[in-house]
């Protein structure tokens, strides 16, 4: 059975910092790009980072470039999102996903899913200013 399970969510203020962990199970782990989502109330789901099988290229969506790091550990079969400098803007349900859709265009990285994506059950990210 395929699961991806999210943890290290939480409440933190404007500026601060939280690592996100999805811990997964089911599949091989190491021949999977992988990737993050979020989404708001109200919003639509949206792609925020991925990251190759072996951890050597990285994609970032625009409103979090510089401020996301997405790594893995393939022995562990885990993938994280460290999110630093943290905007009310980010809050959300930010979820772990294995194979989703990826594509730069110009300087711009697009993460998209597809109908082969592998969701979790989402972890809670709220930002106060």
């Known amino acids: 059975q395929v699961q991806l399970v999210e943890s290290g969510g939480g409440s933190v203020q404007a500026g601060g910092s939280l690592r996100l962990t999805c811990a997964a199970s089911?599949?091989?782990?190491?021949?999977?790009?992988m990737g993050w989502f979020r989404q708001a109330p109200g919003k639509e789901r949206e792609g925020v980072a991925a990251?190759?099988?072996?951890?050597?290229?990285?994609y970032y969506a625009d409103s979090v470039k510089g401020r996301f790091t997405v790594f893995r550990d393939n022995a562990k079969s885990t993938v994280y999102l460290h999110m630093n400098s943290l905007k009310p803007e980010d809050t959300a349900m930010y979820y772990c996903?294995?194979?989703?859709?990826?594509?730069?265009?110009?300087?711009?990285?697009?993460?998209?899913?597809?109908?082969?994506?592998?969701w979790g059950q989402g972890t809670q990210v709220t930002v106060s200013s």
């Open positions: 990251i190759s099988v072996g951890g050597g290229v990285s």
């Open positions: 089911g599949f091989t782990f190491s021949r999977k790009f």
């Open positions: 996903a294995a194979d989703p859709r990826y594509f730069r265009v110009g300087s711009s990285d697009y993460v998209e899913s597809t109908s082969a994506t592998t």
